[in-house]
């Protein structure tokens, strides 16, 4: 699995592929559909598929794939391993959402919530398969929201294809666990090997699990929440956890617009301007400020932030 498209530039989102066995143009085709890291407040959302002849689902269950979720690591690891050495009949896809991309859709002025983006996630790779070549006749999917609605959106967007969508799908269906498997590990590796773009000098890698709950977690989003700037890209900023420290950690800063001058607003409500950052950076600042000026916009309460 080779992560350097999407390190090269972690700000935005990718997709990463398997080639497309032959097989898997000839003969009709299963394909599972599972996520990994929609709940942790750091880090991407990883989406993965993974298929196979209809034909050789009982090779793919010899495996010994289950729900990433039950595995370890090490255990995730060599599955993922046997998964890649099946080539010949197995292949997969990911897509990997980044953060700062799943914060800015649900914080732009039109609301794209995090099952929208799932499920638009998931058609994607699904078209991707099709696309591709795969002769796709039955698809497994693991819910987000109402199985029913979902399992009745997709057979719409995919008529000929007989969708499947179950909770827990992932425990289910082998195809499932081994696309939760593929996503899980992808997931882990780039948040293990995350390349920090702003200036933070060297990071402490222990934040944990990355869940909102998780004290190690809580305590390295205080230690990195920069009072002007707010996060690293590495953080869910439209996260509940990432906004209330916001709000209570944070500089309080007016945002200049065309109602009134900025500054006398800002005196008026004793907290500063926007513009006043800016005009301390004069002395010598600039590249710093060039650097990190975009971590202005992880804080939810500035008004142009859907226009990004």
Same mark, same amino acid.
């Given at each position: 699995?080779?992560?350097?498209?999407?390190?090269?530039? =972690?700000?935005?989102s990718?997709?990463?592929?398997?080639e497309?066995?032959?097989?898997?143009r000839?003969?009709?085709?299963?394909?599972?559909i599972?996520e990994a /890291?929609r /709940?942790p407040?750091?880090?991407?959302?990883?989406? /993965?598929?993974c %298929?196979c002849?209809?034909?050789r689902?009982?090779?793919?269950?010899?495996?010994?794939?289950?729900?990433?979720?039950?595995?370890?690591?090490?255990?995730?690891?060599n599955?993922? $391993?046997?998964?890649?050495?099946a080539?010949?009949?197995?292949? *997969?896809?990911? $897509?990997?959402?980044?953060?700062?991309?799943?914060?800015?859709?649900m !914080?732009?002025? +039109?609301?794209?919530?995090? =099952?929208?983006?799932?499920?638009?996630?998931?058609?994607?790779?699904?078209?991707?398969?099709?696309?591709? /070549?795969?002769?796709?006749?039955?698809?497994?999917?693991?819910?987000?929201?109402?199985?029913?609605?979902?399992?009745?959106?997709?057979?719409?967007?995919?008529?000929?294809?007989e969708?499947?969508?179950?909770?827990?799908?992932?425990?289910?269906?082998?195809?499932v666990?081994?696309?939760?498997?593929?996503?899980?590990?992808?997931r882990?590796?780039?948040?293990?090997? *995350?390349?920090?773009a702003?200036?933070?000098?060297?990071?402490?890698?222990?934040?944990?699990?990355?869940?909102?709950n998780?004290?190690? +977690?809580?305590?390295w989003?205080?230690?990195?929440?920069?009072p002007v700037?707010g996060?690293?890209?590495?953080?869910? %900023?439209? *996260?509940? +956890?990432?906004?209330t420290?916001?709000d209570s950690k944070a500089? +309080?800063?007016? *945002?200049?617009?065309?109602?009134?001058?900025g500054?006398?607003?800002?005196?008026?409500?004793?907290?500063?301007s926007? !513009?006043?950052y800016f005009?301390a950076?004069?002395?010598? =600042?600039? $590249?710093n400020?060039t650097?990190q000026?975009?971590?202005f916009?992880?804080?939810?309460?500035?008004?142009?932030?859907?226009?990004l």
């Amino acid at each position: 699995m080779d992560l350097n498209p999407f390190e090269a530039d =972690n700000s935005v989102s990718c997709q990463l592929t398997s080639e497309i066995p032959e097989v898997c143009r000839t003969e009709d085709c299963c394909l599972g559909i599972d996520e990994a /890291g929609r /709940g942790p407040v750091l880090g991407p959302m990883v989406y /993965g598929i993974c %298929f196979c002849p209809v034909s050789r689902k009982e090779d793919l269950k010899d495996l010994k794939v289950a729900d990433s979720k039950t595995l370890t690591e090490a255990e995730r690891e060599n599955l993922f $391993q046997k998964l890649d050495e099946a080539k010949s009949y197995v292949g *997969w896809a990911l $897509q990997i959402l980044s953060p700062n991309t799943i914060s800015t859709s649900m !914080l732009q002025r +039109t609301k794209y919530n995090l =099952n929208a983006l799932s499920h638009d996630t998931a058609i994607g790779l699904v078209q991707y398969a099709l696309d591709s /070549g795969v002769q796709l006749k039955e698809v497994y999917v693991d819910t987000v929201g109402p199985a029913e609605k979902y399992e009745e959106k997709l057979s719409k967007r995919f008529p000929g294809i007989e969708v499947t969508v179950r909770p827990k799908a992932d425990s289910l269906f082998p195809v499932v666990s081994a696309a939760s498997i593929c996503a899980k590990v992808a997931r882990d590796r780039v948040v293990k090997g *995350w390349n920090f773009a702003e200036d933070l000098g060297e990071v402490d890698s222990d934040y944990g699990s990355g869940y909102p709950n998780d004290p190690k +977690t809580k305590a390295w989003l205080l230690k990195y929440l920069d009072p002007v700037f707010g996060y690293p890209q590495f953080v869910r %900023f439209s *996260w509940s +956890t990432a906004q209330t420290l916001m709000d209570s950690k944070a500089v +309080t800063v007016h *945002w200049d617009d065309d109602e009134e001058d900025g500054e006398k607003a800002a005196q008026r409500q004793n907290n500063r301007s926007m !513009l006043s950052y800016f005009g301390a950076s004069a002395g010598g =600042n600039e $590249q710093n400020l060039t650097h990190q000026t975009h971590r202005f916009f992880t804080d939810r309460r500035l008004k142009s932030l859907d226009t990004l």
